[in-house]
C-alpha cells in the first residue's frame, strides 16, 4: 500500500455503519463529531485569517500615522531624553508629550473601524481557542494536556520551512 494512504472499510454492526480507516473504528455518532469538529477548526481558521487581513490593510492605512508617532517619539528618547534631563527642559519634555498625544490621537482615529472589525474576531477566536476546541476534543475522547517537547513531524515540518525559507 502506497505511503499515507490507508485502507477504509465499512460494515454494518448492529444496525450502525462502522467505519475503519487506517486503523480506527468510526461509529456514525463518532463520524458526525468529527465533521462538526472539522467545521469548528475551519471557522476558526476563517476568524484569524480575516483578523490577520484586516490587520494588514490597517498597517498600509495607518502607515503615516505611525511614522508621525515613531518622528515624535525620536524627541524624548534615548540621547534626546538625556539631553532634555541634563538642561532641565521641562517645557521641551512636556511640548513632545502633547505632540505624542496629538499624533496617537490621529492614529487611533484612522485605526479605529479596522480595530472595531478585528476585535469581534479576535474575541471569537480566542473563544474557540479556549473553550469550543478542547470542549470538542474532550467529546472525541482526546482531551487537551500540556506538551512540553515538539512531536517529530512538527520538528521535521518546522525544519523544512527553515530551509524552504534558507533558499528564498
Keep these: 500500500m502506497p505511503k499515507g494512504k490507508s485502507q477504509t472499510t465499512a460494515q454494518v454492526v448492529e444496525g450502525q ?21 472539522k467545521d469548528l477548526v475551519g471557522e476558526r481558521m476563517g476568524y484569524f485569517l480575516g483578523r490577520r487581513l484586516t490587520q494588514q490593510d490597517m498597517t498600509k492605512e495607518t502607515e503615516a500615522e505611525r511614522k508621525a508617532v515613531a518622528e515624535v517619539r525620536k524627541e524624548i528618547t534615548g540621547d534626546n531624553l538625556k539631553t532634555i534631563i541634563s ?16 499624533a496617537r490621537e490621529a492614529l487611533n482615529k484612522v485605526a479605529k473601524p479596522y480595530r472595531e472589525k478585528i476585535s469581534p474576531l479576535a ?3 480566542r473563544y474557540l481557542d479556549n473553550v469550543a476546541i478542547p470542549d470538542a476534543l474532550k467529546e472525541l475522547g482526546t482531551p487537551v494536556q ?19 525559507k534558507k533558499k528564498e
Design 17 to 37: 455503519v462502522v467505519v475503519t480507516a487506517g486503523g480506527v473504528q468510526v461509529d456514525s455518532k463518532m463520524a458526525t463529531l468529527l465533521v462538526g469538529f
Design 87 to 102: 538642561k532641565a527642559d521641562v517645557k521641551t519634555y512636556e511640548s513632545a508629550l502633547a505632540k505624542i498625544k496629538e
Design 123 to 125: 474575541k471569537a477566536q
Design 146 to 164: 500540556p506538551r512540553f517537547s515538539l512531536s517529530s513531524w512538527i520538528e521535521k515540518a518546522i525544519e523544512t520551512a527553515k530551509k524552504t
